[in-house]
């Protein structure tokens, strides 16, 4: 605003006073102010002397202390002293009307108004005092002392900077903004920043007229009104606290808009003048604004960065709350593109970058890499990346939560290296989808050295080479040996099991290291033990990362064909849990599907209608098209068909493996001490029941089960009627048993978890 302006605004005031005043003393305004405003000529010296005396007999009859009056009069004379020469330049005119008295009052009130040490004199103080009304005493004030008088607070009211404000806030820009290095890098560079080195030299700019100025500080100032070099060097010299403030919340407001442009181009995100406030609002940044004020302000700012050659480096804004709420809610697509460039930021650059291949330019799974893989690290697979948490109650970092954690967020300029530090303190590793699931799946992992028949020193090249009996009871021997705390199932597993006792447990687990077995045997059937798609997972050591793809789910369907295909869905593990293997692949084939890893699962359901925008090098978009592409065209071509061939590795006639694992192993332990085979009474009574019905229940077991035992058990009929028939253990019924205490042995000796 220019000075006439603002001289008219004054006038307006002093009407404003003398009407709402109007009944309380019109009179004693008529006389005062108004005449003094319309008469010219007084004798200046005359006047002066006149006010000087009452100031000091004012001044004695003020309750302070000796100094402060000798403050008062020295300020005093020294206000007096330039409305005078301001007279005598004809700058105002004193009427002849003007009130010495009236003026010597209002001297020093304004003396104590720019002055913290003076005594607390206030307009209610001196009308009181002096028997001037307040209204005249502020009128006087206001239309004579308070230009050249100083307040204790800067008036940023009448100081009208908010042009100025936006050039300097180009000028701080300018100074910190570095579009060429990375986020963490910025973070750094401008943390070295002194903000209030800053401060101290625009201070010397604005206050100290002899400064040499730098080419930049000479162009800032070029760009600004002389009224507003003017008001701040006003404010720099007469209010130093306030230029500090006003200058490093200025400073720091763009230094955080630097850093937060930065965070919203990673991730796309659209910025939110709101939040962004109420975050340096909670640091005590405000310029002296209210938050409404601000948010005005910030917005203002960040129109006017439209307009200038930096605006590529500006998000696009959310105007208001209302978009805000709606994008959050309703976006789905914006929540994927924001929540996947988040997770892609945060695998590239936690622990400093650990898991970035940098030939490569994405980060990939440790794992895969240490076991040689190719395919699934050549490609970002960003859906089949996890966060692992040893601790698994703490929240997930799928993109969905990491768009919700932004969200909580978003005015925080920080957040991004904040929640990289919040993972980090986490303790939490990257895994790909295969090896994340692979601890999850704490009873493979526990019974993977049966059920991969993992560096088993007998001559067996596979579990299923063995007879289903004698696979049952590898799995109880090694079930009933594992220590029972190793066998409760982790955080991870399923908690229902820890009600139930040891042995409902162990029969629980059981049946886990037989659907394993199963599923093993059926994918190693079908697809050689391999992932069809990939080539790279086995079943030997990821076997719970394969799943069952379900065909109609990548189909472009009407919703009564998908109907269709829902009714009768079923899921493959309920198949194989429920069913022998023959049955249960005649019953996959009939879902129509085919098993693949967990992370090529991933990339068949990927959504690949946002790649271009959560993905910047067209090197990467062409990969990650390629490996959809692929992916799909061999999973149809592997989908579970012609599967006749099918058998039945763990189906048995007889059940009763407890039994028959005791007579094998009692049999061994007398056969060990004797070459001349073992008699039914002396298995019995080596079993601790001689009885004649066991004695007759010995004979029985064994015709029954001859088409198993034949192969372990040699049986001799006696010589005689008399003499008794003789077991005798074969080569291989050793061996078995030897098996049967390898298993006992290395599961009694686990005592942790591999
Ligand atoms: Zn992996
Ligand atoms: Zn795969």
Request: hydrophobic share 35%; glycine share 4%.
């Amino acid at each position: 605003m220019d000075e006439i302006s603002e001289q008219s605004n004054y006038n307006k005031e002093i009407e404003e006073l003398f009407n709402e005043d109007v009944d309380i003393i019109p009179e004693e305004m008529q006389t005062s102010v108004i005449n003094e405003m319309k008469t010219p000529n007084i004798n200046i010296p005359i006047f002066r002397e006149k006010v000087l005396e009452y100031i000091k007999k004012i001044t004695n009859s003020i309750e302070c202390t000796i100094e402060q009056k000798k403050i008062i009069l020295l300020k005093s004379e020294k206000i007096l002293n330039k409305h005078i020469s301001r007279a005598r330049r004809s700058e105002i005119t004193i009427s002849k009307h003007a009130n010495p008295l009236t003026h010597a009052t209002v001297i020093i009130y304004a003396t104590s108004k720019s002055n913290k040490k003076m005594p607390n004199i206030t307009i209610e103080k001196m009308s009181e005092l002096m028997g001037i009304s307040k209204s005249v005493i502020s009128a006087t004030y206001k239309k004579w002392y308070e230009n050249f008088t100083h307040r204790l607070n800067y008036s940023f009211k009448d100081a009208k900077l908010g042009r100025s404000r936006k050039i300097l806030s180009l000028y701080f820009f300018e100074l910190f903004n570095n579009a060429k290095i990375d986020l963490q890098r910025l973070i750094k560079h401008l943390e070295k920043i002194d903000i209030s080195k800053i401060t101290l030299c625009l201070s010397e700019i604005f206050v100290d007229a002899e400064k040499r100025l730098t080419q930049k500080e000479n162009h800032l100032v070029e760009q600004l009104m002389e009224r507003e070099i003017k008001k701040y060097k006003d404010m720099g010299e007469n209010y130093s606290d306030t230029f500090i403030k006003y200058f490093n919340d200025l400073a720091n407001i763009i230094k955080l808009l630097v850093i937060s442009n930065k965070s919203h181009k990673i991730i796309g995100a659209n910025f939110s003048v709101t939040d962004f406030v109420r975050f340096f609002m909670s640091k005590g940044i405000n310029i002296f604004l209210t938050e409404g004020s601000l948010f005005n302000v910030i917005r203002d700012i960040f129109s006017f960065f439209r307009d200038t050659k930096y605006s590529d480096l500006f998000p696009a804004q959310i105007k208001s709350k209302k978009k805000l709420i709606r994008e959050v809610r309703t976006d789905n697509e914006l929540v994927t593109v924001v929540g996947s460039r988040i997770k892609l930021y945060i695998l590239k650059h936690i622990y400093n970058g650990r898991y970035l291949d940098d030939n490569r330019g994405i980060a990939i799974c440790p794992d895969c890499k240490n076991e040689g893989l190719t395919l699934n690290i050549s490609s970002p697979r960003i859906r089949a990346k996890e966060f692992h948490h040893e601790d698994s109650k703490l929240e997930g970092y799928s993109a969905d939560d990491l768009f919700e954690l932004f969200v909580s967020d978003r005015g925080n300029p920080y957040f991004l290296v904040d929640l990289i530090k919040k993972i980090e303190d986490e303790s939490v590793v990257l895994k790909c989808g295969c090896h994340h699931r692979i601890i999850e799946a704490i009873h493979f992992t526990n019974f993977k050295k049966i059920i991969s028949w993992e560096n088993i020193p007998f001559p067996y090249k596979d579990i299923f080479d063995l007879p289903a009996e004698i696979i049952h009871i590898l799995i109880r021997v090694c079930v009933n040996s594992l220590p029972s705390p190793l066998l409760k199932p982790l955080a991870k597993g399923k908690p229902r099991v820890r009600e139930f006792d040891l042995e409902e447990r162990r029969k629980f687990v059981k049946a886990f290291v037989i659907y394993f077995l199963k599923k093993r045997y059926i994918i190693d059937s079908i697809y050689g033990g391999v992932c069809a798609t990939c080539g790279e997972f086995n079943t030997k050591d990821h076997l719970p990362s394969f799943e069952f793809n379900h065909l109609y789910e990548i189909l472009k369907l009407t919703p009564e064909e998908k109907e269709g295909y829902i009714r009768i869905r079923k899921k493959a593990n309920k198949i194989i849990q429920d069913f022998s293997c023959s049955e249960a692949v005649i019953e996959l084939e009939a879902q129509i599907g085919g098993y693949v890893c967990r992370n090529c699962h991933r990339v068949i359901h990927k959504k690949i209608s946002k790649v271009n925008e959560i993905f910047d090098d067209p090197n990467i978009i062409r990969k990650i098209l390629a490996d959809k592409e692929n992916t799909i065209r061999i999973y149809k071509q592997s989908l579970i068909r012609n599967t006749v061939l099918i058998k039945d590795p763990l189906k048995v006639e007889i059940r009763k493996h407890k039994a028959l694992m005791n007579y094998l192993i009692t049999l061994f332990e007398i056969s060990e001490k004797t070459q001349d085979g073992v008699t039914r009474v002396e298995l019995a009574n080596e079993m601790g029941r001689a009885t004649f019905n066991n004695i007759s229940d010995i004979g029985r077991f064994f015709g029954r089960r001859k088409y198993i035992l034949e192969k372990y058990v040699r049986i001799v009929a006696g010589k005689t009627q008399t003499s008794p028939i003789r077991y005798y253990m074969t080569d291989e019924g050793r061996r078995i048993v030897r098996l049967i205490y390898y298993f006992r042995d290395y599961y009694r000796n686990r005592t942790n978890i591999l």
